[in-house]
């Protein structure tokens, strides 16, 4: 019989099999390793065990500041699908299965390899260095997730430095901020913020509530009306806003998507009120009074519902048609509202703006408009630009205000005839 050689015997065996590819115990991870070295160096695989346990409990007792706790007890107070203590960044499906996953191995470390070694006489690793190994390397997965997980002391550290006066309140800052807590503690940083700004509103620290502020509309930004944090949110400010001593604080603190999710009465209590707002404020000299919703009526406008929307023009318009502070301060409204005009929208403020620049008495918002035309809507500009051209007439009362406005966008227009 003639020798045929087998095509295999030149391939080269699986690289799992090379001892110098396969899982070393220093690639574990270092405080599972650092623990249970000295032990394992010397065969004492129970006591390697024992030591790494002891090493990861440590660190959980840490991250829960549950230093009294111990074996399942102590893991299963990690939680399940509301944890304590997100293993993982619990921002999606597999995450949270992820860190269901994690948290089962830790409490099964405390059934499986802790109580065998505490409470027999016998240890089910002695001699047995795979299953030790085994049981160090599911530990040493525990410990990285561990590692990387947030003490629950993370929350209170994030909201102590929002409320310092320092605190830069800046996007920035605030995005900063709240990335240095998982996403699955968001909920948790919502609720001590509203905590915390109900706290500075009480006190009249208007610095720090509106530091706190903004790291609260952060955490909330680009979140869903589906997202925890934001039902948290929406259930607080309801009931701020059904009792008139707290109306105020609710509105401010009331997002988009918050809005969604009030009750009717609710969020037209919420619109009345920026419209009486809106319905008091002034400008004079520079100086912006009478209305403290601005921001939060920026901020609604695209929310509410289109009944209130037109309630908020009409009221808008006619603070155009008003005196010469009530002007200003709707001038000022107007460009803040104006990213989120329909161009109907913009056609009748604009049509109202330009009228009171040119009246007989006319008010000078060249301040206010400078100062916005850089971040105004090219759509608005537009129309503000085409309607300003129309109603133009060099020899009119607010003639040179049109025309110092016209120049700056480009147009040459004629002189007064002196």
Not at 142 to 164: G, M
Not at 171 to 192: C, N, Q, Y
Not at 247 to 275: C, F, N, S, W
Not at 403 to 413: A, C, F, K, T
Request: with cysteine.
């Amino acid at each position: 019989m003639t020798d045929v050689d087998d095509p295999h015997d030149e391939l080269d065996p699986p690289t799992v099999d090379e001892p110098e590819r396969r899982l070393h115990f220093d690639e574990m991870h270092p405080l599972i390793a650092d623990a249970a070295q000295e032990d394992w160096e010397r065969g004492d695989y129970p006591a390697a065990l024992q030591d790494a346990w002891f090493a990861l409990r440590d660190l959980a007792r840490q991250r829960l500041n549950q230093p009294n706790l111990d074996g399942s007890q102590l893991m299963e107070r990690i939680g399940d699908t509301t944890p304590q203590l997100p293993l993982t960044g619990m921002s999606n499906d597999t995450e949270r299965d992820m860190h269901r996953g994690v948290w089962r191995f830790l409490t099964g470390v405390a059934f499986y390899v802790r109580n065998p070694e505490m409470h027999q006489t016998e240890s089910p690793v002695e001699g047995d260095r795979a299953g030790a190994f085994e049981r160090l390397a599911v530990m040493s997965i525990c410990a990285r997730h561990l590692e990387a997980a947030s003490s629950p002391v993370a929350v209170d550290e994030a909201v102590d430095e929002a409320s310092q006066p320092r605190f830069p309140a800046t996007r920035e800052a605030a995005d900063d901020l709240i990335h240095s807590v998982p996403t699955g503690r968001r909920p948790e940083l919502v609720e001590k913020l509203m905590d915390r700004v109900k706290d500075a509103a009480d006190a009249n620290d208007g610095t720090k509530a509106r530091n706190l502020r903004i790291v609260y509309h952060r955490a909330l930004h680009r979140l869903g009306t589906e997202d925890a944090p934001v039902r948290v949110a929406a259930n607080r400010c309801g009931r701020w806003i059904a009792d008139d001593d707290t109306l105020i604080l609710g509105i401010e603190m009331v997002t988009p998507t918050v809005y969604e999710l009030l009750e009717r009465r609710h969020q037209d209590k919420v619109a009345l009120a920026v419209i009486d707002d809106l319905s008091a404020g002034i400008v004079n000299r520079g100086v912006r009074s009478g209305a403290v919703l601005e921001e939060a009526t920026a901020r609604l406008f695209p929310a509410v519902s289109d009944e209130r929307r037109a309630d908020l023009l009409d009221t808008l318009v006619s603070r155009l048609g008003g005196g010469w502070d009530a002007q200003a301060y709707a001038t000022r409204l107007a460009c803040m509202l104006a990213p989120h005009f329909t161009e109907a929208d913009a056609e009748r403020v604009v049509s109202a703006l330009v009228r009171a620049l040119l009246e007989d008495s006319p008010f000078d918002a060249t301040d206010e408009l400078n100062q916005a035309f850089e971040r105004l809507p090219e759509q608005f500009v537009d129309v503000f630009h085409r309607e300003l051209l129309a109603k133009y007439r060099p020899n009119a009362p607010g003639a040179y205000i049109g025309r110092n406005l016209l120049q700056r966008m480009g147009s040459d227009v004629p002189e007064p005839n002196l």
